[in-house]
């Protein structure tokens, strides 16, 4: 009996070094980072610039992989069911482990015990913007032309369904009392399209998607989702004060990977990238793109995302909006 309890403990040390090693060796290969949205989307942009910094801090790829679709779950169930190894992680986002749970009566994955939450990296507001047809040039002008039309004749796009964009358009209906039909993409930047292309009447875009075509007038910015003026939209009011009391959303981005991966991994991918954020050049890019960092522990980060799924789900609640 003594000699099994030996050779037990001789297989569980050697067990915890290969482990120890491998942790302390990662990464030796490239990482797969993979995407909830299309190419040229805010999160798409975010995460090449991470990216980028990462594979030059620690010397291998970090390959990005676009897999959009339903808001996010295509890529959480795919993710889910990678090896926990560090190779495969995640750019979660306000759908995928926010809106989601809150919003679908049936979800691929769990977004807390299914995951191993890294690190939240930025926020961004949304903003409203509306195709140059629209006659209106604030929100409140914007809700009272959609009232003088045919009941469900006006359209609003999203990057798809259980998006914070989809989210904030469903939230302008239940607040404003109106009525639109959502027309969901598998992008921001093909629904940002349809609404320069006068396709679409409104849409809830990330920043970043939607202050370039602004700025060039192809398409007319209404309003911010955030509950104060941006510093750099000084001149551009809040849903809240220019029509719609209490109306806020902002969307975020993480770094979460399938459940079980080594906490030195986790730690390290951590360290890294608080490192990335810190730097100055980096945070003003980021600034710039319309991103604010954030940034903290994965223990806080998997608070926050509990906190986020607590949130949605009173929201929905509230709003009365029909589960998908």
Not at 6 to 35: I, Y
Not at 227 to 244: H, I, M, N, Y
Request: charged share 15%; with cysteine.
């Amino acid at each position: 009996m003594k000699k099994y309890i030996v050779l037990l403990t001789v297989l569980l040390n050697s067990l915890f070094l290969s482990q120890q090693s491998f942790s302390q060796n990662w990464p030796n290969k490239p990482v797969k980072v993979v995407v909830t949205l299309s190419a040229g989307s805010t999160s798409d942009i975010l995460a090449r610039i991470i990216c980028e910094q990462l594979t030059r801090n620690l010397g291998q790829s970090f390959v990005v992989e676009n897999r959009p679709g339903a808001g996010g779950n295509i890529a959480g169930e795919y993710v889910m069911h990678q090896p926990a190894d560090g190779y495969t992680v995640m750019l979660s986002s306000i759908s995928s482990h926010g809106i989601n749970p809150a919003l679908y009566a049936k979800m691929p994955y769990d977004a807390i015990n299914d995951f191993t939450p890294i690190i939240a990296i930025a926020s961004s507001p949304n903003v409203l913007i509306a195709s140059n047809n629209t006659p209106a040039i604030s929100t409140g002008e914007l809700i009272n032309w959609i009232k003088s039309q045919p009941t469900g004749s006006i359209n609003f796009s999203s990057a798809g369904n259980g998006t914070s964009m989809h989210l904030s358009g469903e939230l302008m209906n239940a607040l404003s009392g109106i009525k639109t039909t959502h027309i969901p993409f598998k992008g921001s930047p093909e629904a940002v399209s349809s609404v320069m292309k006068n396709e679409v009447t409104f849409m809830f875009p990330n920043a970043p998607n939607a202050i370039p075509l602004a700025k060039a007038g192809k398409i007319k910015l209404l309003a911010v989702t955030s509950a104060k003026r941006l510093s750099w939209l000084p001149d551009v009011p809040t849903v809240s004060e220019s029509g719609l009391p209490g109306f806020e959303v902002t969307a975020w981005f993480g770094f979460v990977g399938p459940q079980g991966i080594p906490p030195m991994v986790v730690n390290k991918l951590n360290i890294e990238v608080q490192k990335i954020l810190q730097v100055p050049a980096v945070a003003d890019s980021l600034l710039k793109q319309g991103f604010d960092v954030m940034g903290g522990t994965p223990q806080e980060f998997t608070i926050f995302i509990k906190k986020e799924i607590e949130k949605w789900t009173k929201v929905v609640n509230q709003a009365g909006i029909q589960k998908l």
